[in-house]
Each structure stands twice: as C-alpha cells, then as structure tokens.
C-alpha cells in the first residue's frame, strides 16, 4: 500500500459535501474509492437514497420570531448541540493515517456523536480515549455485529462497557453482504496493516459440510445468522442501551418496540446490501408512525446537506447520521475534513431553520413539506417520497 499523504487542510474551493466528494476521489486509490463509494448490484438504492431526499420541497415561512433559535436536541436522555452523528463506517484508515482517530477528535470537536464500527482499524479503547475527555462531546456509540461466536461478541460488548461507550447500535440489516459489483471489478483487499483490529483472536467459523444440493448461504453461512431472540440475548449480557440500525418495514418496527430496543436507526447500510429496497427518506415516515412515539428514530442514507437534516427531522427523526461524507472530509484533510464536513452541515441547517420560520427543531412538522397542512400536522404515511412509494409497505 502507497502511504496516503496526511492532509490537513482543507482546501478553498472545497464549499459543500459534493465538494468533498470530487476531492476525496483525487485522493484514494481505486481500492479504497471502490469500497466506500460503492453501492450493491445496479446501485439502485444508493442513487435513490440521495434522490428521496431532493424530491421533497421545504415550504418556506416569512415573518416569524427567530431570535434565540438553535439546533439542540434531547436524545436517549442528553442535550446534544445538533442532530447530527457520524454514521460507522469500517476500515477508516483506508481513507487516512488517523482514521478513526481523527473522526473522533473531529466528532467531539463539533459536538457530534459518534458511533464507532466493530470493523474499526482503531481499537476501540484508543477511540474512547480520544473522545471521552472533551466536555464539548456529543455521545460515543459502538455499533455491533453479533459474531458466530457468542463468547467472542460478549467479550466485546464487556470492552466497549469497560471503555466508556453509553450504547450499542447493533446492525441487523446485513446477515450477509450485498453484491457489490464496484468491489469486485477493483478486486478490493485490505492493504497490510488496515484490518479489523477489534476482532483480533476470533477464529473462523468452522465450515459447514454440505450435502448435495444444500446452498453455501442459507445451509452454510447463514447457520448461526441473528435472529429476535438474539435480542434479547444481547440485552441480558449488557447495562447499555441497544439501538438496532437497518429497521425500514413496519412489521420489523413494531417487533423492535416490543422486544424493547432503546432506538432505531432507519437504514439500508448506504445501499449496500439489498439493491432496491426503499430509500431512507421513504421509509422513515412509515417507521416513524409505527414506533408511535414510543423510542426515538434516527436515519441515515444520502444526507448531503442541511435542508435534507432539516427534512429528517420534519418527517419524525430525532437525529440523522452521515457516513460517506465523513470519510471524504476525512480523505481531504483528516480530523479538520471531517470537522468541516460537520461545520457545512450545521452551518446549512440553521440557515434552512431560519428560511422556513423554525427557530427549533421542535418547529419542524412535515407541515415543512406540505403546504396543505396546518402548522405541527402530519402527513399521510403514504405520502410520496419517492418513486419506491410505487410499492407501498403496510
């Protein structure tokens, strides 16, 4: 592996998350570029992710008192600055020498939460460290994959307790990988010293001898795949709130509240794993209304900029995650990329807040995005927001 120049400026001409983009693409390799920019099979859903979002009009409102406003918001029993986390994502030091490090030093900069992956190519001890100390930080998640071995996944769990995390966000939408076309065509590989270095001493499952017309997925791999009742196996072994992140269907929603999740985080892994399946943007109003108030929903998928925050929190999230535009910011200028990737955010939030009457976010209702709606009014849960609504999930 060529080693990546640590940047740490961010350059003048670099003024949006699309930005961002373009420059990050000067500088990761084809190996890395392929495994973060790259969605599942036709990439479908990955273009719609970002689509739903630009399809819903914000309705602008005049003469409204805004002096005193801001961005705060009560999650999971915290004040946060703003409704903005960094999404996990695997591997950082694919993009940079700090990787995860500098997302946490930029995350706790800005006040943003920051939820670390299990394939993290920092520990997840030294991560805490970083963020911890700062009295300023937003909170420090570790997101979780159930590991075939329990043992080994309890083990972790007891790490993350012992280094300070306040919750687990366990992913439940990838019990396999997508068809990742991108990735294959690279021939995508860890370079030497980039790999997941939480789960150092896991052994490899031991394979499943197959009969005769037995699938290698479903009668192999998939043998000791997650289920609900591994739920509430993680809950008993953990005093941590578990969120669950990759809840789009409304059946999935209600069956999350009953087993008592802390959270859910409306995602489709970046368009990463199923292709076609609904954008977030779509999904979220239908899980929002089947939660019911009950827990708070966040989203993730193709946020790029403060109106799309804006209309996340409109349509019932309580706050979003961004994954992709962190690793740019992240490949442009290290911890001051990703803190300027956070700052643009923000700084367009409050902006849109300002031109649509919000002095809170408490203001924003999907009267927002619907201008035949009184002020703090509801949209049908079928409202169109996007063409995935063709295919309506009840």
Known sequence: MTPIPARHKVSPEIVNLADHEAHARQHLDGNAWAYF????????????????????????????PLAGGHTRVSLLGRTLAHPI??????????????????????????????????????SLEAVAQAVLPDPGRGPLWFQLYLQHDRGFTQALVQRAEAAGYEALVLTVDAPTSGVRDRERRAGFRLP????????????????????????????????????????????????LPV?????????????????????????????????TAPATASALPRVVQAVGGALPV???????????????????????????????????????????????????????????????????????LNADLPQGGDLSPHYPVGSHDLLQIR
Not at 203 to 214: C, D, F, I, M, Y
């Open 37 to 64: 920019s790259g969605g599942a099979a036709d990439e479908i859903t990955l273009r719609a992710n970002r689509s739903a979002w630009d399809s819903l009009p914000l309705w602008p409102r005049v003469l409204r």
């Open 85 to 122: 986390l960094l999404a996990p994502v695997a591997f950082q030091r694919l993009a940079h020498p700090d990787g995860e490090l500098a997302m946490a030093y930029a995350a706790a900069a800005l006040g943003a939460g920051v939820v670390l992956s299990t394939q993290a190519s920092v």
């Open 192 to 239: 030497p010293g980039v790999g997941p270095v939480n789960l150092a001493g896991l052994q490899a499952p031991t394979a499943t001898e197959l009969r005769p017309g037995q699938s290698a997925l479903f009668d192999g791999l998939l043998h000791q795949a997650p289920t609900w009742d591994d739920i509430a196996w993680l809950q008993s072994i953990t005093r």
């Open 243 to 275: 969120l669950l992140k990759g809840v789009l269907h409304p059946a999935d929603t209600r069956q999350a509240v009953a087993a008592g999740a802390a959270g859910l985080i409306v995602s489709n892994h970046g368009g990463r794993t199923l292709d």
């Open 298 to 368: 966040m989203v993730d998928g193709g946020i790029r900029r403060g109106t799309d925050v804006l209309k996340a929190m409109a349509l019932g999230a309580s706050a979003v995650l961004v994954g992709r535009p962190a690793i740019w910011g992240l490949a442009n200028a290290g911890a001051a990329g990703v803190a300027h990737v956070l700052r643009l955010l923000r700084d367009e939030l409050e902006i849109a807040m300002a031109l649509t009457g919000c002095a809170t976010l408490a203001d924003a209702s999907q009267a927002l």
